[in-house]
């Protein structure tokens, strides 16, 4: 940490005017693809603050055409501004010699990031109703900006929406783990592609929790351009609108909008009419993409250099996507498992009492004595060991009627692992047709036992069981 700090102090010292001293510098919770920080420091002018954006272990990663890299995300948050979208100034693009990683340096701006807040916390009542509309607007600024001026034609990567459930479907295909609803979300997407539009700069994850909002004027920044592309720019709208992103909020648009104020704000600044079934199809999408980046998220904890607790934890939220997919695509009656007890090879004490002691000692005593990104760590860990709970006592009824839907459905015996292959490749090659008698209740059977496991609070659980 000595010389991360020494080095960071030698670029405060070249680019921030009037510097004196580097008085503290603190990585900050969430970020689970790449780091941010808090930069303390003095100048003549007094203290203050700035921030960073920093690749994941200080590494130098090269830009693809999925992740255009720190450097050009810097570039998007300038040209945005430009563009009337509000955005940090940018300090300093981290360079090899500075000996930090790739990242950059920004301005430090007040407001809040936290989507559960932003949607539940009093403080923003007064102008939560305004934010659909004020959100439209800043996608269309964004989505007009022009490609060839500003150069970015020859510097990201352009996806049409084909293309792009593709290339999700084959990233999911190399973490060699069947999950027959994202197979299944993938052919439906295939077979309701949107018509052709032209393109334009695309976000992508532009959301609730990627916004910094203030009570007073709305949204004050728009943050993570970390996979921004060339695409068809509804596809933002549709993400914004996606369930996983409305942190249990009713309203569809990050849980305090309407489409409708969503559309209008749009349409006010870009001209053009939004069609509601093209962002459907984004919404179905955004679950989709976010399934899949989720199991990224646990197969990068096993192969990458980051072996942070979080990776695993946001591992297990595929599974909330997947039950919004069902929801959205295949909505009908479903049931939770039931809990029976947890087998144990001792009963004094039993394996869920060792596991409840290890959680109540991370929510009591780590959490009431840290702060910043080890409490938030210590959340992290003790959520995940509530799962490792809900498992012990409700995964053996839902393991045991995943089999048996999956040997009548297939018409074959086989282990629960070789039947859920069995029923990936039929959906892959197309040998098992979407509306194959049975297909959708096992899927939406599967989707609800998993989520009740991993997450049982989830918005979408509560909406797949409102259709019983």
Request: aromatic residues 8%; glycine residues 10%.
């Amino acid at each position: 940490m000595g010389d991360f700090n020494a080095a960071l102090e030698a670029v405060l010292s070249r680019k921030v005017d009037g510097f004196v001293s580097l008085d503290g510098c603190e990585r900050l919770s969430g970020g689970a693809s790449q780091e941010t920080y808090r930069i303390m420091l003095t100048t003549k002018s007094g203290t203050s603050k700035l921030a960073m954006r920093r690749a994941p272990g200080g590494l130098a990663i090269e830009g693809t055409a999925e992740k255009p890299g720190l450097a050009l995300e810097a570039r998007l948050m300038e040209l945005a501004h430009d563009a009337g979208v509000p955005e940090p100034r940018i300090v300093h693009v981290l360079e090899p010699s500075d000996g930090i990683g790739d990242g950059f340096i920004m301005e430090w701006l007040e407001g809040e990031t936290l989507g559960a807040r932003i949607v539940r916390d009093p403080a923003f009542d007064a102008i939560r109703p305004r934010l659909a509309f004020q959100c439209g607007q800043l996608l269309a600024r964004i989505h007009g900006i022009d490609l060839q001026a500003t150069g970015l034609d020859e510097r990201l990567g352009r996806l049409e929406p084909e293309a792009f459930v593709r290339q999700k479907w084959e990233q999911y295909q190399l973490f060699e783990t069947p999950q027959p609803m994202i197979d299944y979300t993938a052919r439906w997407l295939l077979e309701h592609l949107p018509s052709k539009r032209p393109l334009a700069l695309v976000h992508n994850d532009f959301r609730n929790g990627n916004l910094m909002v203030s009570p007073d004027a709305g949204v004050t920044a728009v943050l993570d351009w970390e996979v921004a592309h060339i695409g068809d720019p509804m596809r933002d709208l549709g993400w914004i609108c996606t369930n996983s992103w409305r942190f249990g909020g009713e309203a569809p648009v990050g849980g305090f909008g309407t489409y409708e104020d969503l559309f209008a704000g749009y349409e006010s600044v870009s001209g053009e009419r939004v069609d509601p079934a093209r962002v459907k199809f984004w919404e179905v999408f955004g679950s989709y993409w976010w399934a899949i980046g989720c199991l990224g998220m646990a197969f990068a904890y096993r192969n990458g250099p980051d072996r942070t607790v979080e990776r695993p934890g946001i591992g297990r939220r595929s599974s909330e996507c997947q039950v919004d997919c069902a929801n959205l695509l295949i909505p009908g009656a479903a049931s939770v498992p039931q809990a029976a007890k947890a087998a144990s090879s001792n009963d004094t004490p039993r394996t869920d009492e060792l596991i409840e002691s290890v959680r109540d000692f991370l929510r009591g005593d780590v959490m009431g004595q840290t702060q910043g990104r080890t409490n938030f760590l210590a959340r992290v860990a003790s959520n995940s060991l509530d799962i490792v709970l809900r498992e012990l006592t409700l995964g053996p009824a839902h393991l045991a009627a995943e089999q048996a839907r999956l040997q009548a459905l297939l018409g074959e015996r086989g282990t629960l692992e070789d039947l859920r292959w069995s029923l990936v490749r039929g959906l892959r090659d197309g040998t098992i047709a979407l509306d194959r008698p049975g297909l959708a209740d096992h899927l939406r059977q599967t989707a609800v036992g998993q989520v009740a496991i991993d997450q049982p609070r989830y918005s979408g659980l509560k909406r797949a069981l409102q259709n019983n």
